[in-house]
């Protein structure tokens, strides 16, 4: 009789390990925000992959709006992110001295791509902007362009609002799909990510085989 018990005992721990819903949404909506915020700024953070990883583990929870709750914080993080990151190059543009912030945009965009997103942006406007968000490494280069076109921010913000919005639609369907062909979420996460890892990777891939 003592075997069972211990089972029991066991298995009553390990389910009482495991934080409820309400735990992991107050602790993982906070933590997608700013990972997201600091990924906009920094753009060194995996961003997609994050989103998708946020959609898969909302994809099994049981609370209705949690697939929604994941679209508005990361499209609100992305959005205030990339703001933050215009503005401070818009105080770099106007600086004799530059920024580190304009540096560090400056870093990121070859001159070839550079001179692609000018060209795009001069014939196609907001457009090329929104378009940015969604191709892997294409936010830097046009957000330089947009600087160098001397675009305002107010300007930007307008445009920049629908490629935040499209941005978090496409990775949430990314994680949803990954979330819907598995019962475990984390089976669900690896997928979302390697999904996204393909994605980013081919452009890349493009441009050595040309």
Same mark, same amino acid.
């Given at each position: 009789?003592?075997?069972?018990?211990?089972?029991?005992?066991?298995?009553?721990?390990?389910?009482?390990?495991?934080p409820p819903e309400s735990t992991q949404?107050a602790i993982g909506y906070p933590s997608?925000?700013?990972?997201?915020?600091?990924?906009?700024?920094?753009?060194?953070?995996?961003?997609?992959?994050?989103?998708?990883?946020?959609?898969?583990?909302?994809?099994?929870?049981?609370?209705?709006?949690? @697939?929604?709750?994941? #679209? &508005?914080?990361?499209? %609100?993080? $992305?959005? *205030?992110?990339? =703001?933050?990151? !215009?503005?401070?190059?818009?105080?770099?543009?106007?600086?004799?001295?530059?920024?580190?912030?304009?540096?560090?945009?400056?870093?990121?965009?070859?001159?070839?791509?550079?001179?692609?997103?000018?060209?795009?942006?001069?014939?196609?406007?907001?457009?090329?902007?929104?378009?940015?968000?969604?191709?892997?490494?294409?936010?830097?280069?046009?957000?330089?362009?947009?600087?160098?076109?001397?675009? @305002?921010?107010?300007? #930007? &913000?307008?445009?920049? %609002?629908? $490629?935040? *919005?499209?941005? =978090?639609?496409? !990775?949430?369907?990314?994680?949803?799909?990954?979330?819907?062909?598995?019962?475990?979420?984390?089976?669900?996460?690896?997928?979302?990510?390697?999904?996204?890892?393909?994605?980013?990777?081919?452009?890349?891939?493009?441009?050595?085989?040309?």
């Amino acid at each position: 009789m003592r075997w069972p018990a211990s089972v029991a005992s066991l298995a009553a721990a390990s389910t009482s390990a495991v934080p409820p819903e309400s735990t992991q949404q107050a602790i993982g909506y906070p933590s997608l925000f700013l990972l997201v915020l600091v990924g906009a700024l920094v753009p060194v953070v995996p961003t997609g992959a994050l989103v998708s990883s946020a959609a898969v583990v909302a994809f099994h929870q049981t609370a209705p709006f949690s @697939p929604a709750l994941v #679209f &508005v914080t990361a499209s %609100l993080a $992305a959005f *205030l992110g990339d =703001a933050a990151l !215009y503005w401070l190059g818009l105080r770099g543009m106007r600086s004799r001295n530059g920024s580190r912030w304009l540096e560090a945009i400056r870093a990121r965009a070859p001159d070839a791509r550079l001179a692609s997103a000018r060209e795009k942006l001069a014939e196609h406007g907001v457009a090329v902007l929104v378009l940015s968000r969604l191709v892997p490494a294409g936010r830097i280069p046009v957000m330089l362009a947009c600087l160098m076109a001397d675009w @305002p921010l107010r300007r #930007f &913000v307008r445009g920049n %609002l629908p $490629a935040c *919005l499209a941005w =978090a639609v496409t !990775y949430q369907v990314i994680g949803i799909l990954g979330g819907s062909l598995f019962k475990e979420p984390w089976e669900g996460v690896v997928v979302a990510v390697g999904l996204t890892v393909v994605i980013s990777a081919v452009p890349n891939v493009v441009r050595r085989v040309r």
